[in-house]
């Protein structure tokens, strides 16, 4: 079974920036089957950005402009480059491959 290790997260300032990482093991990488989502406290957990067979990539409303998913293949790892962070956007976030969940990572965005 593939294994999901993300990092990355952590306490940053209104306006700051974090990449998260997620990296998958295993000996065939299928990145368009991957993404990342969120979960903050009492709400549900939801989407953020992921990948689509094809290599397209989705985003909730509310990240599009501000959040990039990307991969390296020859890592096996996705990426989530965060810009221009909200207080909203203080969660665990949580890489997944279609099947599988990482542990998650916190994220919080606090002055």
């Known amino acids: 079974q593939v294994q999901l290790v993300e990092s990355g997260g952590g306490l940053v300032q209104p306006g700051g920036s974090l990449r998260l990482s997620c990296a998958a093991s295993g000996s065939i990488f299928r990145f368009y089957n991957m993404g990342w989502f969120r979960q903050a406290p009492g709400k549900q957990r939801e989407l953020v950005a992921r990948f689509i067979p094809g290599g397209s990539t989705i985003y909730t409303d509310s990240v599009k402009g501000r959040f990039t998913i990307s991969t390296d293949v020859v890592k096996h790892t996705v990426y989530l480059q965060m810009n221009s962070l909200k207080s909203e956007d203080t969660a665990v976030y949580f890489c997944?491959?279609?099947?599988?969940w990482g542990q998650g990572t916190q994220v919080t965005v606090s002055s």
């Open positions: 997944n491959d279609g099947i599988r």
